[in-house]
């Protein structure tokens, strides 16, 4: 008897997962909200007004980016290394707070992966907050070595990027990251001499001897403007996410009050003329923050009496807001701006 032979041919099912989060396609960026759905305002200009900022700096055309945007940080599956952001290719996944780091990372993807020092500082000097006071404890050649950006000091590699891209321009910086890319340390280091015409151990000698390290940062300076007028200025913010120039959602404020739920920002410029103050005169950001429930106002006020300049909250209703600027910061829209 003849013994029939039945052949099952494999089978594989493939069921697309369809990603339902909503979708907004601004200018080179389209944004997908992950885990909620109110976007406050001013947040699609500024992250627009942000990549054209970012082209600008680094001469670097706009490819498409994708950000998305979580309120509390991307999933450890998602960002393996645990911090809840992370920049893949031109991909984006991450909450409000380190949009501007990532994408950063983003837009300097094409020019391939140098070492963890220069990825993280490039970064973190093109990020629009001002980086920590650079302290040399881990200096250029150490940094170098560095393999896992969990070990790297973040301001420390921002503060010798900083002084790279002042002593020998953008165009310079940016082709030494893409010629380094995928080396070792030793190989980024010839690489170096190569690129800027100066030994790696001679610059980081000069470096280390200034008296004062460059600080980092590239603080958005666009937004509204508002004028001084005689002795004071004052305005009121009304810190609600429907109203123009709010900026958020963001969960995370290391203030261990999560649990209230998440929050937003608004910001506005103000610009203190010269004369016997505290500040130095010039354009200064200043910001509040606060819980998107309840809705809150807070007047800001700041004034010229002669034994100097005061900043404080002429009212507050709602949770407290910090206020800006601090004294002893420079004036961050009168620092390198790209034109």
Sequence with gaps: MTRARVFLAPFLLVVACADDSPRYELDGLTVRTEDFDEVCAGSFGYFERRLTWLERETGLLREPVTFYWYLDGAPRKTCSAGTGNCAEGRSIYAEW?????????????????????????????????????????????????IEDALELDYWNAAGFASYLRDRYGMARLLEYYQASADTGADASVRIFGDVFGDSFADVEAEYLALAVYPRSGSP??????????????????????????????QQSWNDGDD?????????????IPPGPVTF?????????????????????????????????????????????????DPPPCTRRLAP
Excluded: N
């Excluded at 958005?220 to 007028?229: F, G, I, K, M, P």
């Excluded at 130095?280 to 010229?304: H, I």
């Design 97 to 145: 707070l380190a949009f501007s780091h990532e994408l950063a990372h983003a837009h300097l993807s094409r020019l391939g992966y140098p070492r963890t020092w220069l990825i993280e500082g490039m970064a973190t000097m093109l990020e629009g907050e001002w980086a920590g006071e650079v302290d040399g404890d881990q200096t250029p050649s150490v940094m170098m070595h």
């Design 220 to 249: 958005s300076c666009d937004a509204l403007a508002v004028a001084w007028t005689g002795e004071t200025w004052e305005h009121d913010f009304v810190l609600a996410c429907d109203e123009p120039g709010s900026l958020g959602p």
């Design 280 to 328: 130095v005169g010039g354009k200064y950001l200043v910001s509040v923050q606060t819980y998107l429930e309840p809705v809150a106002t807070a007047t800001m006020t700041a004034r010229r009496p002669s034994d100097g300049a005061g900043m404080g909250r002429g009212s507050v209703i709602g949770p407290r807001s910090p206020i800006g600027p601090r004294r002893g």
């Design 259 to 271: 649990d209230k739920g998440p929050g937003l920002f608004s910001t506005v410029t103000m610009t």
